[in-house]
């Protein structure tokens, strides 16, 4: 038998572990939808008034029921539960060697950027075969991020940012669309995910233009290299890391976890980095203590970001 497509496209495993979880809570609505319509209308027909059918008194021991009635619900939620929970941290957490690319929502179109700065407008090339993880933010409302063909979606915030990831397992094209509500365009924010093999891929990045409307970014307006004019003209008397400094160390410390003053740690991501730039008291690093104004009204929100390609760029040398 053919199977019926009843869903969109599917382009990774973890597409078809969703359709599955969706599969069997369809089927168990279903089947409990029907078998208590059924009963419904076959007892009012049975014992209707006029009937004679027989209607025995109410038995007080029913505990076999009793415990069947509860438990199977029971069991039924709980694999919902732990199954759901399973694929929500599947998509949560990307996997170390994933691809970053960062993507912008902006009114009304996806600017995307890949590792080596190159990028592009509305279209997303990726190889197959290797994890692509998504960081992702906003120039001015928010969006969503959504992958039919891989069952994920994320939304896009200003002021924050986001991740999601995904694995594509075949070639082809598939559809990126904005899932929220932005503004009177929203229905044109359409993109175009290009799965191409590997050496394809390494081959289009390495090319310095493309066929499309894709200009590559000059070396000028690499975000990084912004960010570190922005870097050194504000940040480095506290933050590079010499002994003795007032502040702590941000130039080589991009993903790892710092100790903060309460004792608890914290991940030095995006978003810490972009806190500490606007409310720079909220997390106290251990040992360093609270010396910083906020650079709310100095920076504009793109030079925040440039600062935070900077420092990623800079722990990612110093990993190597
Ligand atoms: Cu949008």
Redesign the pocket.
Known sequence: MKAVKTAPDVASSYAHQVDNLYAYLLGVSIFFTIAICALIIYFSVRYRRQSDADRPEATKDGKLLEILGSVIPFVLVMIMFFWGAKLYFDARIPPKDSIEVLVT?KQ?MWKLQHPNGKREINDLHVPVGVPIKLTMTSEDVI?SFYLPAFRKKMDVVPGKYTQMWFLPEKTGEYHIF?A?Y?GTE?SL?IGKLIVMEQQEYAAWLAKSWTDGNTPVAAASDDPASAGKEIFEANCTVCHTGKPGAIGPDMMHAFGTMRQLEGGEEILMDENYVLNSMNNPNEHIAKGYPAAMTSFKANLSSTQMKQVIAYLKSQSEASAE
Request: glycine share 12%; with cysteine.
């Open positions: 929502g009304w969006h904005c929220e932005c929203h924010m």
